[in-house]
């Protein structure tokens, strides 16, 4: 159960910008565009708060400066039973490639500090976070297939590497208040029509 400090403060929450899931329950998290819909749809084991469309709604005290107010499309705070929370940021790209992934990286970080000041409005310490990128297609684990390692060493191609790397093994690193962190990266396919699932 989702505590009741925390239901408390929800009040003071749009009701249409948050869900409030029961333990295994489910909500789905959805973005449109030019190039259709995309939504992906999480089967929660635990209680959960679903904050939609954060990307609509960023501090409107930030900066209008390039990407001071990019944020991902939507943020899943899970409760577990030692009432820890875990923050879920999701994030839709239709194609995910060398470029797409850093802009993704951006919003990931820009959505830590946006999901935070959420979580200490609410009085819910974050335990832990999880990056999600839901996509319909990917280059980048393809880069080793038509470029050799060896090749991009020799071009100086240290990033391309790196990107690589954390894509393999599923941790993406950030700097986040001038310290770099690894974070648990899950990568979700969506099928053809554009859905795609995860269990939390």
Partial sequence: MIPEFVQENLRFFDKTKYEKIEEYGQCCFSEKSKDGKAT???QLKKDA?????????????????????SCPDGFLFVKDKEEKWTLYIIEFKKTLNTSTYDKSKWQ??????????IGAFLGIEIQEIVLCSSYREETISELHKKVDLSTLRASNSLSTIKKQEEWKSGKCE??????RRTYCYKKIKLNQNGVGNITL
């Fill in 40 to 42: 992906l749809v999480c």
């Fill in 49 to 69: 708060i679903a904050i939609k469309e954060p990307d609509k709604n960023v501090l409107t005290y930030l900066s209008t400066e390039k990407g001071v107010r």
């Fill in 108 to 117: 990931f970080k820009m959505g830590i500090h946006n999901a935070r000041a």
């Fill in 174 to 179: 950030l700097e986040v208040d001038k310290v």
